[in-house]
């Protein structure tokens, strides 16, 4: 089996106390480690694990808090780091968009990759009925904003587009297709309970600790109305009209 990636995310994996160490861990044993982070440790904690385990890190930047501190920091260590494959996901909270609009342009001057991204309240197949929470200007503006990461999602085979722009153009839309969620990916919950996908369809694959968790050997039929985790999305994903019309 080739060495698989893992991606560390919250909660908030980096206010673990040995986390520096798990990174040790995990860097011999992995191809690739992103670790998704709130941004509130230190700009000196995020070089040091940008520049000596990670290959790629997102830093989620939420309004609730004193967001011009913590983007201070993000950027300090982005631009103190060699390794500069950082993203910022820009949470856009209702209501505050010119708060939104300034972090965007600090983000574009400090040369910062940044992605908008729409809050998610709900956990159920309605997550979409979130964006009815922004009013005109702001659905426009995640709309036209322009994402600068790459685009990193094959859909039908031909096209390629950015996680965060499907979300935003509702395109993330595949129930009854084959999905490859769980030979793809693992979800590893802090309890060790297993899922092929944070999206948890199929149910649990069992516990690591209690030596239950089986790895799954076949492609799932996703039974959700949306798919609306971008590390569910870019998943590989086959259209079957078969299974489509068995739902
Ligand atoms: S929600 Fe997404 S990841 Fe989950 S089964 Fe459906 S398509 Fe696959």
Redesign the pocket.
């Known amino acids: 089996m080739n060495k698989p990636r893992i991606s560390f995310t919250g909660g908030e994996p980096c206010v673990h106390p040995k986390f520096t160490e798990l990174l040790e861990y995990a860097k011999p044993k992995v191809t690739w480690i992103n670790v998704t982070t709130n941004g509130t440790r230190t700009a000196e904690y995020y070089q040091s694990i940008l520049d000596n385990y990670l290959n790629h890190i997102v830093f989620s930047l939420h309004f609730e808090y004193d967001w011009k501190k913590v983007l201070e920091t993000i950027i300090r260590a982005v631009n103190s780091s060699v390794n500069k494959n950082a993203l910022v996901h820009v949470m856009m909270l209702p209501g505050l968009l010119n708060d939104v609009h300034d972090a965007c342009r600090r983000l574009l001057n400090g040369n910062i990759k940044y992605s908008l991204r729409p809050i998610r309240w709900t956990k159920k197949h309605d997550d979409f009925e979130d964006m009815n929470r922004y009013n005109e200007e702001e659905k426009k503006f995640l709309k036209i904003q322009n994402h600068n990461p790459p685009h990193n999602t094959l859909i039908d085979k031909t096209k390629t587009c950015n996680v965060n722009d499907m979300l935003i153009l509702k395109t993330?839309k595949?129930?009854g297709?084959l999905?490859?969620?769980g030979l793809e990916?693992l979800m590893i919950n802090w309890d060790g309970d297993v899922h092929?996908?944070?999206?948890r369809?199929?149910g649990s694959l069992g516990n690591i600790y209690n030596g239950t968790f089986q790895f799954p050997i076949d492609p799932?039929?996703?039974?959700?109305e949306?798919?609306?985790?971008a590390a569910?999305?870019n998943?590989t994903?086959i259209k079957n009209e078969n299974t489509q019309n068995n739902l």
């Open positions: 993330n595949f129930k297709w999905c490859n969620a990916s092929r996908a944070t999206c369809v199929g799932i039929v996703c039974t959700r949306w798919c609306t985790c569910d999305i998943l994903k």
